[in-house]
Nanobody
Framework: QLLLVESGGGLVQPGGSLRLSCAAP????????IGWFRQTPGKEREVISC????????NYVDSVKGRFTISRDNAKNTVYLQMNSLKPEDTAVYYC??????????????????WGQGTQVTVSS
């Protein structure tokens, strides 16, 4: 279901930064692990990061480790993806997704139930 709203995408030069936000206008994210995904034309959507319900556990795929940081502010009911040192290959539509959890964990292979429409990130000079 499309219940999440991503924002913060745009055009940025290589080496630049963007911060994406993921919000849930109609429900609280306190009990959900959140994953960030991206998709480019002709490719399947890939998971790149996730954060547990409390924010204490995070995971990243190797291609973004050291450059991207996932975090959350449950008081604001918002999850963030800080993207630094952006590369042209980071160009994609970025999605967030929520998975109800009973433990404060996240997994890159977790099945996610609620999605957003996505926000376009373009890295180009």
């Amino acid at each position: 279901q499309l219940l999440l709203v991503e924002s913060g995408g745009g055009l940025v030069q290589p080496g630049g930064s963007l911060r994406l936000s993921c919000a849930a206008p109609t429900f609280t994210l306190d009990y959900y692990a959140i994953g960030w995904f991206r998709q480019t034309p002709g490719k399947e959507r890939e998971v790149i990061s996730c954060v547990s319900s409390s924010g204490r556990t995070t995971n990243y795929v190797d291609s973004v480790k050291g450059r991207f940081t996932i975090s959350r502010d449950n008081a604001k009911n918002t999850v963030y993806l800080q993207m630094n040192s952006l590369k042209p290959e980071d160009t994609a539509v970025y999605y967030c997704a929520a998975a109800l959890t009973v433990q404060d964990v996240c997994n890159l292979q977790w099945p996610y139930d609620y999605w957003g429409q996505g926000t376009q990130v373009t890295v180009s000079s």
